[in-house]
């Protein structure tokens, strides 16, 4: 099944075109062809590749860069871009550290271990605090989004090295003494042989799947990304619509914030940098368009894979890491263009056709 | 007038024309088989309603579009422009009605932009400046040249756009719409500036809405009307009558308001309505305007350009903040409602420009129909996709879409059906009141005739409509009353038996003695 097979009129569903047929179902249809293609050649160059153990590890990597990108989905689809969701990651990451250490309370002479629900619960508060700030920037003091977020990126960043003084919080085991134990669970357990990660990915994606295509908030979503000026004339709450996605992609920070420091059993202020920028390239190679309005779930997520799958192939078959950032760079680079090409092709095609030369006179 | 001596010989001077001319946009025939001379050392004035076709033409003329079939000939040679530039070296000018030029700039850069005076460390900006100073001085517009664009006021801005045609020494200069935002001394000047040019063998191809000002300085006067030209003459043997005859045509069947019912109560009602300009707050677009529309009742607002209807429209709608005054909806204040509210509330508004306002291009045809009304097929927390269709479908049958279904992208509907979906989908939240802003604006001439019985419909069903627009004809179609805007106020009210030329002498278009 291809990406564009999706709901009526969200990112695809002209009428079809008999002759382009084939062209436009490789071209729609991109990002899952290059997965199959990434499957194929890695499974040839290494034994070790195609096997079920191999993917549920290189699924639990693509997790993380997976629920980023699906956070940076609904900014994109707004029209919008977060830059600095690699940040939140981090400082979320700290601050689950920093919770699972104890906090000293000076004035009661007390030191409180929280449970671990209750960090993972005040981390996602934290993350979606930190879009909401965002969200504000851009909705309410009409400040770009690429320079509200990338300032917040910078800030979220020096208060994750600030906490820590630059340190790595290492024991986040917790103890059974003290009730806060199970904070590995995320990174390390399977539920049913699938990585919890790989859970919540599938979790986060269905909700997200869910909202963009059957709720009202969803349909605003579009609309606003599409045409703002003209969703606010339909009613549509665009200003509420663009400070929720900026929240909804900083929970979706946390979350990832949370599942590498579990999967690492460490907590560094340093963690995802320049995570943000692959979150971009999964969307845009999953097919939405970086002007809003266009781009599904499921393009998401298999930009996600394409991402994941290829870095870990590259690593597999003893490439060096040098040559793997030129691999991704020149994967995004093919699949922006080829983003260009449906998204031009398509206006021109109509009127294209449409001119049957009169006679003149 | 004075350059009208010396016309009658002139036939044989024509220096640029279309011949045969054919554009078609997607579906829309804009232009058919049109013929038109542009005379040596002449202003030839193009008169037309909106969306008649003249600004298409001028468009092909200068070089913007290729038009689908026929020919451009200069100079008895056939040409072809590739683009505006191509246009320009040949002579060819053209002065936007839209102003194009960059405010960020100053008017001597606007006026060099693309083709700055080089020297060999880079611009020549002394030599630019003079030659802008010369310029303006010509115009007698005391500007300093290096005054930034966003500076000045409307008018002045539309000096400088005249002035860069100028400077290019353009043997063939377009005017569309040149005086809409000038003052009327600064009308004066312009008309002086054309004499002039043309005395020094400039040909000129002058269109206004003004028709009355168009006569004055023109020589030949040429008619289009939904892309045919329908009458070509010598401006000395014609009058207004002539030009609103042939503009308008008669054998148009443009409805007739929807009787045989009683109004109901006010629905909605606008007092005291002020509305300050969106650049010089000062400045009211809407000036302590109040107006009271009942259930069932159509109201048409005519205007020219710039005479604040769309102002008044989007205040009304909660676009646009009000400076004082009040809008009651069945007597309840919308004082501080957001847009949305407002449409929960039964007010909404169809804007101007569909393209930029109305249509979300990357949704289908079904999508946006419901777009407003989503609510309305919510259950818990998800959408009824089987609700929602419901809704499509009796949408699409209500206002008549041809679609190949709920599911076809808006790219592929004319602008006709596509102005029907934007009306379909105000209708669709069920509205009290429906305000729209030039429903017929670049829809053809069937489309017209559908919206507006569309608009009967809906009235006898108890729905206040106002609409706006810039034709005459369509005044006097499905409203039952007209008012008239000018500068911001209502000049003039009139019943649905009200003539044509009555309707344009109160908004300033043409003064019938």
């Known amino acids: 099944m291809s990406e564009t097979s999706v709901s009526p009129g969200r990112a695809g569903a002209t009428p079809p075109a008999r002759n382009l047929e084939i062209g436009r179902l490789l071209l729609e249809g991109r990002a899952f062809f290059a997965l199959i293609v990434i499957v194929l050649v890695f499974s040839i160059l290494s034994p070790y590749y195609f096997s079920l153990g191999n993917f549920l590890t290189m699924a639990s990597h693509v997790a993380i860069f997976g629920i980023l990108a699906i956070g940076m989905l609904l900014v994109i689809l707004n029209g919008g871009i977060d830059l600095s969701v690699g940040s939140t990651l981090g400082l979320s990451g700290v601050i689950a550290g920093f919770l699972m250490q104890g906090v000293t309370l000076d004035a009661l002479g007390i030191v409180l271990y929280p449970p671990v629900w209750v960090v993972v619960v005040l981390t996602c508060l934290l993350g979606g605090f930190v879009g909401l700030i965002n969200g504000v920037l851009v909705a309410r003091f009409k400040v770009p989004a690429f320079v509200a977020t ?14 820590t003084n630059g340190l790595t919080y290492n024991n986040l085991g917790g103890r059974p003494a003290l009730g806060n134990t199970g904070f590995n669970w995320l990174g390390f357990n399977h539920l049913l042989g699938v990585p919890v990660g790989v859970l919540v990915l599938i979790v986060v994606s269905l909700c997200a799947n869910t909202m963009l295509s059957r709720t009202a908030f969803g349909r605003w979503l579009y609309a606003s990304g599409g045409n703002e000026r003209a969703a606010e004339l339909s009613g549509v709450p665009v200003k509420t ?76 078959i003893g490439i060096s890491s040098y040559w793997q950032t030129v691999f991704t760079g020149a994967v995004i680079v093919l699949a922006v263009l080829l983003n260009a090409v449906q998204y031009q092709r398509r206006p021109k095609a109509v009127p294209g056709k449409a001119i049957p030369v009169p006679p003149a006179g | 007038m004075s350059a009208a001596a010396g016309v009658a010989a002139a036939t044989d001077g024509v220096v640029l024309s279309a011949r045969n001319v054919d554009k078609l946009y997607g579906s829309t025939h804009a232009l058919k088989g049109v013929n038109f001379d542009v005379h040596r050392g002449k202003v030839t004035a193009l ?68 083709r700055e005076i080089r020297t060999a460390t880079g611009v020549d900006f002394a030599e630019e400046a003079r030659q802008t100073r010369l310029l303006l001085e010509e115009l007698e517009e005391d500007i300093d040249p290096t005054t930034l664009v966003a500076d000045l006021r409307l008018g002045q801005q539309q000096i400088v756009e005249i002035a860069r045609a100028l400077s290019v020494d353009a043997r063939i200069l377009i005017m569309d719409e040149p005086t809409s935002a000038l003052s009327a001394s600064e009308v004066e000047v312009l008309f002086k500036v054309i004499r002039d040019l043309t005395s020094r063998g400039v040909s000129i191809v002058y269109i206004s809405h003004h028709l009355e000002e168009a006569l004055q300085v023109s020589d030949y006067a040429v008619v289009l009307r939904d892309g045919t030209v329908t009458a070509t003459a010598e401006a000395k043997d014609i009058d207004l009558q002539w030009i609103v005859h042939n503009m308008v045509g008669d054998h148009y069947d443009r409805g007739a308001p929807p009787t045989g019912y009683a109004f109901g109560d006010v629905t909605l009602s606008i007092r005291d309505l002020c509305v300050a300009d969106a650049t010089k707050s000062h400045n009211l677009v809407v000036d302590h305007l109040s107006l009271d529309v009942r259930a069932g009742e159509i109201v048409c607002i005519y205007g020219l350009m710039g005479a604040g209807r769309t102002e008044l429209l989007e205040a009304v709608a909660g676009r646009v903040p009000i400076a004082s005054g009040e809008v009651l909806l069945r007597d309840r204040p919308l004082k501080g409602l957001s847009i949305a509210e407002r449409i929960s509330r039964g007010l909404v508004l169809v804007p101007e420009d569909r393209q930029r306002d109305g249509l979300v291009q990357t949704m289908s045809v079904g999508e946006n129909l419901s777009l407003a009304s989503i609510r309305s097929f919510v259950k818990g927390m998800l959408t009824s996709r089987v609700r929602e269709r419901k809704l499509v479908e009796a949408s699409i049958r209500d206002v008549h879409i041809k679609t190949a279904g709920g599911s076809a992208t808006i790219g592929s509907l004319s602008g006709g059906n596509q102005q029907k979906v934007v009306i379909g989908k105000m209708l669709a939240t069920d509205p009290k009141a429906i305000l729209l802003d030039e429903p017929s604006r670049g829809i053809d001439i069937g489309a017209k005739a559908e919206v507006f019985r569309l608009l009967g419909e809906k009235a006898r069903q108890g729905l206040a409509v106002v609409y706006s627009t810039s034709e005459v004809q369509e005044c006097l179609s499905v409203a039952h009353r007209i008012i008239v805007m000018r500068r911001g106020k209502i000049s003039a009210e009139f019943g649905p038996e009200v003539l044509k030329e009555e309707i344009m002498a109160a908004s300033g278009e043409a003064v019938v003695h």
């Open chain 1, 241 to 316: 619509v663009q400070v929720s996605v900026y929240v909804l992609s900083g929970i979706c920070a946390a979350a990832a914030g949370l599942i590498l420091s579990s999967q690492l059993t460490s907590a560094g202020p340093t963690a995802g940098l320049s995570y943000e920028l692959t979150a971009i390239a999964a969307v845009v190679i999953g097919g939405a368009a970086l002007t809003g309005g266009r781009g599904n779930v499921r393009g998401t997520l298999l930009g996600a894979f394409v991402i994941g799958f290829l870095s870990d192939g590259l690593v597999i």
């Open chain 2, 47 to 114: 008169f037309g309603e909106n969306g008649a076709g003249k600004s298409t033409l001028m468009k092909i003329l200068s070089g913007v579009v290729a038009p689908t079939s026929g020919d451009i000939e200069l100079e008895g040679l056939r040409v072809s422009f590739a683009s505006t530039v191509e246009a320009r070296d040949a002579g060819v000018s053209i002065i936007h009605q839209e102003l194009s030029l960059a405010p960020n700039l100053s008017v001597r850069d606007n006026i060099f932009l693309g």
């Open chain 1, 150 to 163: 990338l300032g917040v990126m910078y800030v979220a960043r020096g208060a994750a090295l600030l906490i």
